[in-house]
Nanobody, 119 residues
């Protein structure tokens, strides 16, 4: 089991930037993929990006490609989501999640951090 704590959300103007952090703790993080998801009011949860903890391979949703970048620091056990050129439609609660490499579903979730993009 992995414990996840997100931080870094807030209010930002369109075109601005934010960097979200997800502090991870637990056993064998190298056996997980880490992901960021988001959910806006009245909408379904949406995949944003993922990264392999061991190899660092990344995948970004088309909606954020070129604007958001996922990364991880294996010393600090932290996953990041750098968000640039933010748009109002990026407003959502952002969640960090962990998926064991042998499973096809994310099994551990953080509590979320709110990102609001508004002028």
């Amino acid at each position: 089991q992995v414990q996840l704590v997100e931080s870094g959300g807030g209010l930002v103007q369109p075109g601005g930037s934010l960097k979200l952090s997800c502090a991870a703790s637990g056993r064998a993080l190298s056996r997980y993929y880490m992901g960021w998801f988001r959910q806006a009011p009245g909408k379904e949860r949406e995949f944003v990006a993922s990264i392999g903890w061991s190899g660092g391979s990344t995948f970004h949703a088309d909606s954020v490609k070129g604007r958001f970048t996922i990364s991880r620091d294996t010393v600090k056990n932290t996953v990041y989501l750098q968000m640039n050129n933010l748009m109002p439609e990026d407003t959502a609660n952002y969640y960090c999640a962990a998926r064991p490499v042998l499973l096809n579903q994310y099994t551990d979730w953080g509590q979320g951090t709110q990102v609001t993009v508004s002028s």
